[in-house]
DNA sequence: CTGACGGGTGTACATCGTACGCTTTCGCGC
DNA sequence: GCGCGAAAGCGTACGATGTACACCCGTCAG
């Protein structure tokens, strides 16, 4: 039904949301307050909470706008035909996924403070994982393969995987959909194999992981000092 | 009486950061306010503005305090006794590095967040950068290893040496102090190395980074994975 | 005694997120 | 056409935050 015409088409989610991305790249993040963002949009501020539910959901808005730019899967490449290909397709979807951070620079340090797992967050992880089921590996090493892509040198790692990133995580209602599980069976997969694993648990083992990311590190490092690894010529 | 007794000790930087550096540990990050600072401390709130210049030197002098914690060398292992033992003592490291940074939740989002490189980030990145080349590795190799303990799945790294990863850098006088090159070898040889590879760049290769960081753990896993690598049983 | 100075005070302001209630507009069954 | 209920937008107001600015007071060097 396509809204009636007035003096200005009423706003909805997305062009909120795709307003404050822009306003994002702009003017940078520390700009997007709801009273700049609704100045830009022609509206009194609290007209926006129409549309979100509050800031952390317009935050967590922005962020699945960007996530949608992803191309997490490229169709024209069936990834069943060659089970030795999977290392390519992870290499072009991370580096497709670097190049649209990279426009958006801002949210680097946004999705590092989201403490909700949205269903394009989940979608990405799900795309992500299903490369490395299937390539072949198993749902263990896949597992712990996907938290080594978040581990790094302060000594955490970004609990994928587990949500207690914030403390209180208001339980407000997302203005977004809730996520339905059936709709990510890798995922699924690599926590029924972890908690068959570790009957009884909650959450992954953190210090596991650490350690399993630290070993694969060193234990390349290792290799290619061994074999006196240097910079390509210009 | 020398310092004569008055009802209250006179505050002092290291005071006001620990008291902020507990506040944090026991209500969370967002209760760090400088009002709430200062009611902590029997203080009016402006009175604290006499020991840090605004509230990001607050941010990052609790960082500070929380990093010198950390211990980056073992003095008792000479590192140059084995040339192989490189490797145990960068874990040791990171996995004391880790202890502190879990007793301190609050940390891992703030130092995300910081703009500067506070003296005493500089000297923990220093000790590490020691750990591999007094293993014998390369400045070349070492250059890009640190790079590596920092890159993830969200197509970004951290920008451990370039600085912009804020817009403005307020260059407001930060009430601590500048760092000086000659404290930091290990940094200044890989910089030189760097810029005798690339002459006239400014700042890293990001991409450069992000694909040995993305090759270097793909070769790894697929090494996993061609071994039929498992979890550990219980 | 005096004057500078470092630490602490008090007031004031702009900005922020958002609770609450009102008004306007739109689409639809009558 | 009419009325009505829901959706969209408006206006006011409150409490919190960071911090600029002017001031006050106790200490100490001269």
Request: with cysteine.
């Amino acid at each position: 039904m396509p809204p009636s015409p007035r003096t200005r088409p009423p706003l909805h989610r997305v062009t909120v949301l795709d307003a404050a991305v822009e306003l994002a790249d702009a003017e940078g993040i520390e700009a997007v307050s709801m009273r700049r963002l609704a100045e830009r949009l022609g509206v009194v501020p609290m007209a926006l909470y129409k549309h979100v539910s509050d800031k952390e959901d317009l935050l967590d808005g922005m962020i699945d706008r960007v996530i949608a730019q992803f191309q997490p899967g490229d169709p024209s490449a069936d990834p069943s035909a060659d089970p030795s290909a999977w290392p390519d397709a992870v290499r072009r979807v991370l580096l497709s996924t670097r190049e649209v951070v990279q426009r958006h620079p801002w949210a680097r340090r946004v999705i590092e403070t989201r403490t909700h797992r949205t269903p394009a967050v989940l979608a990405y992880m799900e795309a992500v994982t299903q490369l490395f089921l299937g390539g072949g590996l198993s749902p263990d090493l896949t597992h712990h393969v996907m938290h080594v892509l978040g581990n790094r040198i302060w000594g955490f790692s970004p609990e994928l995987f587990n949500d207690p990133g914030g403390r209180p995580a208001s339980d407000r209602p997302r203005t977004s959909g809730q996520p339905v599980p059936s709709d990510f069976p890798g995922i699924l997969a690599i926590a029924a194999d972890a908690s068959a694993r570790r009957p009884g648990a909650t959450g992954c083992d953190e210090e596991f992981e650490f350690r399993f990311a630290l070993d694969l590190l060193l234990d390349g490092i290792a290799r290619l000092h061994a074999s006196e690894w240097a910079s390509p010529p210009l």
